[in-house]
């Protein structure tokens, strides 16, 4: 039944099928990715991070993020690695790792978002110079089953761009808002890290003046 639809649906159906194939292997591999992302979240592991910080035991708080697989973990231990260079550089180098792994794949589902309708336009736009080609022939009998089907071409040709379009706007509203998240989830965690290290400095710089 599909087959027979999408063979009446005129030559434009090739470049939608291709749209809707690109757009299905994107949406499981981003449904893979959020699967390991969610199996990897460890909020205990960041919460140990910022008390081993906290009590200035800062290799310690380094092997803990080394060795936990949550995005947020990670980005803490970029920036405890690279401490004493540029931890800030390095907190906002690893924070754009992480973004880029969410953003991944997203400019595709975008573009099906957009193109999926323009193709079904463009699908109206030939089925119905075909009819219309046909009607301007002057003889009509034994045509109207060639007009009936350059109206159905496109039809058919809008039915299916807006559906590789509608199939692809839920899960990229969803990945752009889980995308927001985990950005500002990562800059709470890196902007309180590079609070405790600046408080941590000062009272190093104290105790200092004090001996």
Same mark, same amino acid.
């Given at each position: 039944?599909? %087959?027979?639809?999408?063979?009446?649906?005129?030559?434009?159906?090739?470049?939608?099928?291709?749209?809707?194939? /690109?757009?299905?292997?994107?949406?499981?591999?981003?449904?893979?990715? %959020?699967?390991?992302?969610?199996?990897?979240?460890?909020?205990?592991?960041?919460?140990?991070?910022?008390?081993?910080?906290?009590?200035?035991?800062?290799? &310690?708080?380094?092997?803990?993020?080394?060795?936990?697989?949550?995005?947020?973990?990670?980005? @803490?231990?970029?920036?405890?690695?690279?401490?004493?260079?540029? @931890?800030?550089?390095?907190?906002?180098?690893?924070?754009?790792?992480?973004?880029?792994?969410?953003?991944?794949?997203?400019?595709?589902?975008?573009?099906?978002?957009?193109?999926?309708?323009?193709? $079904?336009?463009?699908?109206? /736009?030939?089925?119905? %110079?075909?009819?219309?080609?046909?009607?301007?022939?002057?003889? @009509?009998?034994?045509?109207?089953?060639?007009?009936? $089907? $350059?109206?159905?071409?496109?039809?058919?040709?809008?039915?299916? *761009? @807006? *559906?590789?379009?509608?199939?692809?706007? /839920?899960?990229?509203?969803?990945?752009?808002?889980?995308?927001?998240?985990?950005?500002?989830?990562?800059?709470?965690?890196?902007?309180?890290?590079? %609070?405790?290290?600046?408080?941590?400095?000062? &009272?190093?710089?104290?105790?200092?003046?004090?001996?």
């Amino acid at each position: 039944m599909l %087959m027979e639809l999408f063979s009446k649906g005129g030559p434009i159906m090739w470049p939608i099928a291709v749209l809707a194939v /690109v757009t299905a292997i994107v949406l499981v591999e981003r449904g893979v990715f %959020m699967f390991q992302v969610s199996l990897r979240k460890d909020p205990k592991a960041v919460r140990t991070i910022f008390n081993l910080v906290d009590q200035g035991s800062l290799d &310690e708080a380094a092997s803990v993020a080394s060795r936990s697989k949550d995005l947020v973990a990670q980005v @803490l231990g970029e920036g405890l690695r690279h401490r004493d260079s540029s @931890l800030t550089e390095a907190l906002s180098e690893g924070a754009s790792a992480v973004l880029h792994r969410f953003h991944r794949g997203l400019v595709v589902l975008d573009t099906a978002v957009t193109l999926g309708p323009l193709l $079904g336009l463009l699908g109206t /736009v030939t089925g119905m %110079m075909r009819a219309f080609s046909l009607v301007g022939g002057g003889e @009509l009998a034994g045509k109207q089953a060639a007009i009936t $089907g $350059g109206v159905a071409e496109s039809l058919l040709a809008v039915c299916f *761009g @807006l *559906g590789v379009a509608i199939a692809a706007i /839920v899960p990229l509203n969803f990945l752009n808002a889980r995308s927001e998240r985990v950005r500002r989830e990562v800059e709470a965690s890196a902007t309180r890290l590079e %609070m405790l290290m600046a408080r941590k400095a000062s &009272e190093a710089v104290v105790l200092d003046q004090v001996a």
